[in-house]
T-cell receptor, first 116, second 113 residues
Framework: GAVVSQHPSWVICKSGTSVKIECRSLDFQATTMFWYRQFPKQSLMLMAT?????????EQGVEKDKFLINHASLTLSTLTVTSAHPEDSSFYIC????????????FGQGTRLTVV | AQSVTQLGSHVSVSEGALVLLRCNYS??????LFWYVQYPNQGLQLLLKYTSAATLVKGINGFEAEFKKSETSFHLTKPSAHMSDAAEYFC???????????FGTGTSLTVIP
């Protein structure tokens, strides 16, 4: 199947700093990428949908100025957590889609963010 | 809006016993349905998916699921549990494009030796 790679797989940062997470589709062009957040022992919650070359669409309750999403190319989307705080600590997962009908999205391996 | 409900946040079975994880969907049209498995601190691995081709879907690692429109269900089963099956399992439904997913709350499977 198609491969989606996330980097880093884990990161620890100090409160107030910014962290960038990359999501790459390695063997296909992803016209659409999705970012999810997962709290411990909970399900995945969609944060935003990004389409290559346009602004991301954020789900209700997600601060777009805090979670900056860039999808500048067909193989790369980035999520930047700005001015991170301990409550931002979570597991972030991206998925990428070729954008064709009836095609599943492929998930990255996730990034564990810990803000201290 | 699409949604799925997973009954039972925790399921425990003995090694070699039947695994049954429940999922019900809420949709006015036949959706695309998926089962994913997640091991600790890892991403999601696709077990199987339903795309209307067949109601009984066979997946990896001996898992299968049956789509029952009359019951709006897509329960995941495996005849004989292995220790390696212990993980978190998520049922998901996608939108019409098959790209945007809506996840259930997950079921944690424990396999007792």
């Amino acid at each position: 199947g198609a491969v989606v790679s996330q980097h880093p797989s884990w990161v620890i940062c100090k409160s107030g700093t910014s962290v960038k997470i990359e999501c790459r589709s390695l063997d296909f062009q992803a016209t659409t990428m999705f970012w999810y957040r997962q709290f411990p022992k909970q399900s995945l919650m969609l944060m935003a949908t990004s389409n290559e070359g346009s602004k991301a669409t954020y789900e209700q309750g997600v601060e777009k100025d805090k979670f900056l999403i860039n999808h500048a190319s067909l193989t790369l989307s980035t999520l930047t957590v700005t001015s991170a705080h301990p409550e931002d600590s979570s597991f972030y997962i991206c998925s990428a889609s070729p954008g064709q009908m009836n095609t599943e999205a492929f998930f990255g391996q996730g990034t564990r963010l810990t803000v201290v | 809006a699409q949604s799925v409900t997973q009954l039972g946040s925790h399921v425990s079975v003995s090694e070699g016993a039947l695994v049954l994880l429940r999922c019900n969907y809420s949709s006015s049209v036949p959706p695309y349905l998926f089962w994913y498995v997640q091991y600790p601190n890892q991403g999601l691995q696709l077990l199987l998916k339903y795309t209307s081709a067949a109601t009984l879907v066979k997946g990896i690692n001996g898992f299968e699921a049956e789509f029952k429109k009359s019951e709006t269900s897509f329960h995941l089963t495996k005849p004989s549990a292995h220790m390696s099956d212990a993980a978190e399992y998520f049922c998901a439904v996608s939108d019409d494009t098959g790209n945007q997913f809506y996840f259930g709350t997950g079921t944690s499977l424990t396999v007792i030796p």
